[in-house]
């Protein structure tokens, strides 16, 4: 029994020893972790050597590695369209620092024989932390929408083209879009699995934009909805080439039921480098010349193609004063985007717009599929509903005496409003206001001379301007023609006029649909509009 005894109490005091042999061991090491709180040497992240750094050290010393490497080119495909970015533009960034609090810890963690283990490993080899890239994801998501145009193929729809009365059928395009939710993924995935730091190729996700339309649903576009025609024969050979132009940039139009057209989008920018030339607009009321004066003459034909089409208006503007070309309440302005003629498709079937000049005539056509009954028939009535008669406005000029010219021709005011009119075997079934119009008054501008050395005519004549009647003005002005003109005094010889005649002005003596306006400069008092 006492042998037994002398055996525990040996083995109860090795226990207690070794406990106090580790107990003094961890702290040795607790202490020892707290002066050196750093991470062992042969310890790396990337290629970046961190033994002896703090965390923040080495966290600060491999981002900036990590920002050197990021100025290098990402070729980003869609297709066969492609853009170029640098990897910081994705917001390219490390994503795994955590490695750097794991780093501080090596053989400083788990028992004593774990952290003994883990010292001689560095001893033996170095240990090396990858690092993961990470994009931002706001970033490249902003990126790929910004390069969205670049990178996405727009789906060609089937057409039309209408050639010698038939109708000519082309096949669609698949297009993509790049789907820039599962892209933002990719770019990420692509970093994150082992990136070398190099220029890189990355497929973008994207989606398959299947065109609108088939030979079936265009073989319905067979039958006349619509149809109206201008002329323009009084136009100057500028004003022709601008009708002639906008019109090819419409012709062709194929519309799928809900599409929305916009006339001037077809035909704009209103400039040199888009085939127009400078022709008659009024600017303010007067005659100014201004690039693609004659498209409103364009938009006014199509306008009633559509109403006979009986398609949906969306957008239609009457010009500030009235075009000769149509009766009121009929025309459509152009003036930018303020104004603008817009219509949808709105049948079942597709449409097909048809525009062509002949005989110094514009026609339009819309083609569809006809569901109307034949015996319904749809007319359009103007109405004027008031009207304004222009003033007389009579201006001094540094003229001799005896010289009137016209400087504005006036236009009269008018209200107006447009009526369609529906009839079912002949008899009338409906009539309603499709629109109502305004149409300003611009007064006739005259301009007298008042130039002489004879103080009794430069009186007259001052005081038959003052009277502003026209017929005194011209009564006095006849009588006092050249009297008492100094040499200096007389006007150069572009501007005379004989004595108490009538000079005209070039703009006057433009033809009338050259006088009407490109842009609603009522609406927009900095444009013109083009008639």
């Not at 994009?135 to 145009?149: M, N, Q």
């Not at 990355?202 to 079936?216: K, M, S, T, W, Y």
């Amino acid at each position: 029994m006492k042998k037994k005894k002398s055996v525990g109490i040996f083995f109860a005091a090795a226990v207690v020893m070794l406990c106090a042999i580790l107990w003094n061991t961890d702290m040795f090491v607790s202490a020892e972790e707290k002066e050196n709180d750093v991470i062992p040497d042969n310890v790396y992240i990337g290629e970046v050597a961190v033994g002896g750094m703090t965390s923040a050290e080495a966290k600060e010393a491999v981002e900036n590695y990590v920002n050197e490497t990021t100025d290098v080119d990402i070729l980003l495909s869609a297709g066969e369209n492609s853009v170029t970015v640098k990897a910081s533009e994705l917001g390219l960034g490390w994503g795994n620092t955590q490695v750097a609090d794991e780093a501080v810890g090596i053989g400083k963690s788990g028992n004593l024989i774990k952290r003994y283990k883990d010292k001689k490993d560095l001893e033996n080899a170095n240990k090396v932390y990858d690092i993961v890239y990470a994009v931002d994801a706001e970033k490249t998501a902003a990126v790929l929408t910004e390069k969205a145009d670049s990178l996405n193929q727009k789906a060609v729809n089937a057409s039309l083209t209408r050639e010698n009365s038939e109708f000519i059928f082309t096949a669609g395009k698949q297009g993509i879009e790049v789907n820039v939710d599962d892209s933002v993924q990719a770019v990420n995935d692509y970093f994150a699995s082992g990136w070398n730091g190099e220029s890189a190729e990355i497929a973008l996700a994207a989606d398959v934009v299947e065109p609108e339309g088939n030979q079936e649903s265009l073989s319905k576009v067979k039958d006349v909805l619509g149809t109206f025609h201008t002329d323009f024969s009084d136009s100057t050979a500028a004003r022709i080439e601008n009708i002639e132009n906008a019109v090819s940039k419409i012709d062709g139009t194929v519309l799928y039921p809900g599409d929305e057209f916009s006339v001037y989008e077809a035909i704009a920018p209103l400039d040199a480098e888009n085939g127009y030339e400078l022709a008659g607009a009024y600017e303010n009321g007067v005659t100014v010349q201004s690039y693609g004066g004659g498209v409103c003459q364009v938009s006014t034909t199509l306008y009633n193609a559509v109403l006979y089409a009986e398609l949906e208006v969306t957008q239609r503007s009457n010009h500030s004063m009235l075009v000769h070309y149509v009766d009121p309440s009929r025309d459509a302005a152009i003036a930018g985007t303020y104004k603008d003629l817009k219509f949808k498709n709105s049948t079942d079937a597709p449409i097909y717009i048809e525009g062509y000049t002949s005989g110094l005539e514009v026609y339009f056509t819309v083609y569809g599929e006809e569901t109307r009954p034949e015996n319904r028939k749809v007319e359009y009535q103007s109405e004027t509903v008031s009207t304004d008669t222009p003033p007389v406005q009579i201006n001094a000029a540094a003229a001799p005496i005896g010289y009137v010219a016209t400087t504005q021709t006036p236009h009269v005011g008018q209200s107006a409003k447009l009526w369609k009119i529906v009839t079912v075997d002949g008899v009338e079934e409906s009539r309603e206001v499709v629109n109502t119009s305004k149409y300003s008054s611009s007064p006739k501008v005259i301009s007298v001379g008042n130039v002489g050395n004879d103080a009794n005519a430069c009186a007259a004549i001052n005081a038959a301007i003052a009277t502003q009647d026209e017929a005194t003005v011209r009564a006095v002005a006849a009588q006092y023609a050249g009297a008492g003109t100094s040499p200096d005094q007389v006007a150069p010889a572009e501007t005379q006029a004989a004595p108490a005649a009538e000079a005209a002005p070039a703009a006057e003596q433009a033809p009338a649909a050259e006088q009407t306006p490109v842009t609603d400069a009522a609406a927009a008092p900095d444009a013109a509009v083009a008639q």
